[in-house]
T-cell receptor
Framework: NAGVTQTPKFRVLKTGQSMTLLCAQDMNHEYMYWYRQDPGMGLRLIHYSVGEGTTAKGEVPDGYNVSRLKKQNFLLGLESAAPSQTSVYFC?????????????FGPGTRLTVL | AQSVTQPDIHITVSEGASLELRCNYSYGATPYLFWYVQSPGQGLQLLLKYFSGDTLVQGIKGFEAEFKRSQSSFNLRKPSVHWSDAAEYFCAVGLFGNEKLTFGTGTRLTIIP
């Protein structure tokens, strides 16, 4: 039982390049989340999903897209990376709405955009 | 709008000393309250949570937190810290039926021998 895994762990991009971050969970959770963590700002929600085939915007969705084609996977895409997207990205999942249930976090992806 | 405040950015405590990390929230209703811990280079892990009932909540690793409605606070405590408690601690708040959790900005805990 791996819990929540994230791929890759580290990535360096040049401005304008694109990439996809993959999150996978093996707990059969309905809810999945993408956060970014920046110094002094805590975690901010980018997008989330309440089930397979659904996505919704969070607090800071601009510049990101997501897809949830399979229940166990939640992909975060950057179409044209900008230096402001340099951050640590965390994926999380929960069996019930995340505001009232335990969220299980992945180990994070450290992204640098030059 | 809902908000969570952790007034202490960084706290340094001697090993074996007691610890209290502060968390204040601003909500219209009684929220769901969480404390998460993030060890260096890792993701977040739940320490404890409060939904209702007894206002003193016990968590993992010897931590506890007390919900005080009159002060809109949910402070985290530990009677005796260990070097392994060095980490960043996040308070988080949510509302029933909502998918989104609001995190505080975190408190970094340093333990000195």
């Amino acid at each position: 039982n791996a819990g929540v895994t994230q791929t890759p762990k580290f990535r360096v991009l040049k401005t304008g390049q694109s990439m996809t971050l993959l999150c996978a969970q093996d707990m059969n959770h309905e809810y999945m989340y993408w956060y970014r963590q920046d110094p002094g700002m805590g975690l901010r929600l980018i997008h989330y999903s309440v089930g397979e085939g659904t996505t919704a915007k969070g607090e800071v969705p601009d510049g990101y897209n997501v897809s949830r084609l399979k229940k166990q996977n939640f992909l975060l895409g950057l179409e044209s990376a900008a230096p402001s997207q340099t951050s640590v990205y965390f994926c999380a999942s929960s069996s019930r709405p995340g505001a009232t249930d335990t969220q299980y976090f992945g180990p994070g992806t450290r992204l640098t955009v030059l | 709008a809902q908000s969570v405040t952790q007034p202490d950015i960084h706290i340094t405590v001697s090993e074996g000393a007691s610890l209290e990390l502060r968390c204040n929230y601003s909500y219209g209703a009684t929220p769901y309250l969480f404390w998460y811990v993030q060890s260096p280079g890792q993701g977040l892990q739940l320490l404890l949570k409060y939904f209702s009932g007894d206002t003193l909540v016990q968590g993992i690793k010897g931590f506890e937190a007390e919900f005080k409605r009159s002060q809109s606070s949910f402070n985290l405590r530990k009677p005796s810290v260990h070097w392994s408690d060095a980490a960043e601690y996040f308070c988080a708040v949510g509302l029933f039926g909502n998918e989104k959790l609001t995190f505080g900005t975190g408190t970094r805990l340093t333990i000195i021998p």
